[in-house]
């Protein structure tokens, strides 16, 4: 058990470590022009609440699973799923209403 | 008499401009005579009126942005295709109007704009080398999505699996979701656990990477549902990607066993809740930055004997970490997770049909979890590469050791003999290495090796697993 801890504490360490140097780093030249994937067009890269949709749509999905293409649901089903995933995922209003934005713009 | 020559040699040259200027105009008109047309100024207007509209429509074509080729295809080919309702593109009126039809019929679809029936589908095949064991295994999770309004949604999963000759069919978690702010909300029903992440995020059959799941983190070392009220939201900590993740709940508490066969069992699926049997707990996790969280959970509850004889204090306890990054031409997943299970009650007391009195003991501390780092590729030159995964995960379980006691009755005497024999703590190692093969972005076929090893004699044990599975 104490080894684990020991991993756990060093692992939790490195990226407290590592937090600041991510964050001071400009944002992924990818995730910057990110597209839902299959879409036409790069549709939105900040809402009126300036978040950047590509990007958060790129490292909040990508969190736990494979981000699923835009044309998988359709802008109905897409409303549905981001409002189980807002709560799920503990992203807010402005977030999960930027994000579905993004995925229906892409479809 | 001395002004009148000066104001006729003016005269006179006036004059001569006059018919230059005559002349030349007269050349002109000559030369340009075949090609003048006299019109009425009421003609004339007309066609400068209609010249003037001409321009104006041109230009407004110019300036309309140009419509996509393949959107125009879609148009020509399917009127029914709601990928092809976007209202962007010609800026027509025709178009236009078109657009919005499309788009009211296909928000009239029955099904589609307020239910979503989604989930995943597992298949599986097993050999374990210690028993000489092998066999299928399969399961469906179809998940059910209402939106209500919203602020309101309805989501349940029903999981259905085999085991022995039959179906069994598990409640995961039917729950309604109240956003009361843009940041916090309220979930009602059976939910979830939030202070088991694993449960939480990563074990949908597509989402978990290997074909079974951690050790430590399941039975009588976490709860993987609650049934109650649950508040959970998160809080922008206000530097890009800072948040702070928050829940907390009330619920039905567990129960342990007071069987001698199977003696302090916690069981956290107790949907009889007693007066005094309330578990209370949640989680916060912090967000350093978008590929990074660490977070710790707590469940305190008085655990309810299940013959109803009593309650004694269960404290549950989980830190978990995850993170990401993308190097070497792939991503890297860092996912940790280790629990505290801490009941304060060792033994329980039967009787067995001879008449003698058990005092039967089981683990008070157990703790366990897993750490588990996975690489994909993302970035490859070949597709096959790109669509390989590699995950090596490590689990860890320990149990405190117990003691048992047997007083049986002597036989034409009052008094007991008394037997009693401790059992040390246990513990058990698993190593599993994994390689998943990504069929599509959400589809995975997966096999593993296994190596368990378990303390105080339990043996080794090696166990290849294959498997598939998908998300709908």
Redesign the interface.
């Given at each position: 058990?104490k080894r684990?801890?020991i991993?756990?504490c060093a692992?939790?360490l490195l990226?407290?470590l590592?937090?600041p140097h991510?964050?001071a780093q400009p944002k992924?030249p990818a995730a910057k022009t990110a597209k839902a994937?299959d879409s036409?067009q790069v549709v939105q890269d900040s809402d009126s609440d300036g978040i950047d949709a590509a990007r958060l749509w790129a490292?909040?999905c990508?969190?736990?699973?494979?981000?699923?293409?835009a044309?998988?649901?359709?802008?109905?089903?897409w409303?549905?799923?981001m409002?189980?995933m807002?709560?799920?995922a503990?992203?807010?209003?402005?977030e999960a209403r930027a994000i579905t934005a993004f995925l229906q713009d892409g479809? | 008499m001395n002004h009148s020559k000066p104001i006729i040699a003016r005269s006179r040259r006036f004059v001569a401009a006059a018919c230059i200027t005559a002349s030349a105009l007269t050349l002109c008109s000559a030369a340009l005579a075949e090609e003048t047309v006299t019109v009425p100024k009421q003609e004339w207007e007309e066609l400068k009126r209609q010249m003037s509209e001409m321009r104006r429509r041109l230009e407004k074509v110019e300036t309309a942005p140009p419509a996509?080729a393949?959107?125009n295809n879609k148009l020509a080919g399917s009127v029914t295709d709601?990928?092809v309702l976007k209202p962007s593109g010609s800026g027509s009126p025709l178009f236009a109007s078109f657009s919005e039809l499309a788009n009211a019929v296909?928000?009239g679809?029955p099904g589609?704009?307020?239910?979503?029936l989604?989930g995943s589908l597992e298949g599986a095949w097993q050999m374990e080398d210690q028993f000489h064991t092998s066999g299928f295994s399969a399961s469906f999770s179809p998940i059910f999505?209402?939106?209500l309004t919203?602020r309101l949604?309805v989501?349940a999963e029903v999981e259905l699996e085999l085991e022995d000759h039959d179906t069994k069919v598990n409640l995961e978690y039917a729950q309604l979701?109240w956003?009361l702010?843009?940041?916090f909300?309220l979930?009602l029903g059976k939910f979830l656990s939030p202070m088991n992440i694993f449960v939480?995020?990563?074990e949908?059959k597509?989402?978990n990477k290997l074909p079974d799941t951690p050790l430590g983190i399941y039975d009588g070392f976490l709860p993987e549902s609650n049934v109650g009220i649950q508040l959970?939201?998160?809080v922008?900590l206000g530097?890009?990607?800072g948040?702070l993740?928050l829940s907390a709940f009330a619920s039905n508490a567990p129960s342990y066993s007071t069987s001698l066969d199977s003696p302090g069992e916690i069981d956290f699926d107790n949907f009889n809740s007693g007066r005094h049997n309330i578990a209370v707990g949640g989680r916060i996790?912090w967000q350093?930055?978008?590929?990074?969280?660490?977070g710790y959970g707590i469940q305190y509850s008085k655990a309810q004997a299940d013959d109803g004889s009593g309650y004694d204090p269960l404290l549950n306890q989980s830190?978990d970490?995850?993170?990401?990054v993308?190097a070497a031409k792939g991503?890297w997943t860092?996912l940790?997770q280790?629990a505290f299970s801490h009941f304060q009650k060792d033994h329980i007391i039967g009787t067995l049909d001879d008449g003698s009195q058990v005092q039967a003991g089981f683990p008070a501390r157990q703790?366990g979890?897993y750490?588990q780092l996975s690489y994909r590729g993302k970035t490859w030159d070949t597709d096959f590469l790109n669509r390989l995964e590699f995950i090596a995960r490590g689990d860890?379980t320990?149990a405190t050791g117990f003691s048992t006691r047997l007083d049986a009755p002597i036989e034409s005497s009052l008094d007991f003999i008394t037997t009693s024999s401790h059992t040390p703590g246990t513990e058990a190692n698993r190593f599993t290495f994994g390689i998943d093969y990504?069929l599509t972005?959400?589809t995975v076929l997966k096999a593993a090796y296994e190596h368990t090893t378990i303390s105080h004699g339990g043996g080794n044990a090696d166990t290849l697993l294959i498997g598939f599975a998908t998300?709908l």
């Open positions: 058990m684990f801890f991993i756990l692992v939790a990226g407290a590592l937090a991510l964050l992924h994937p036409k490292v909040t990508s969190r736990c699973h494979n981000a699923r293409p044309k998988t649901y359709s802008d109905a089903q409303t549905v799923i409002q189980h807002r709560t799920r503990y992203l807010t209003v402005p479809n | 996509p393949a959107t709601p990928k296909e928000l679809r589609e704009n307020k239910f979503l989604t999505l209402w939106h919203d949604s989501e979701d956003q702010t843009d940041y909300s979930v939480e995020r990563y949908p597509w989402i959970r939201g998160a922008p530097y890009p990607g948040k993740m996790g350093l930055c978008p590929n990074f969280e660490v830190v970490l995850q993170g990401w993308d991503r860092l940790g280790y703790d979890g750490v860890r320990t990504w972005t959400y998300g």
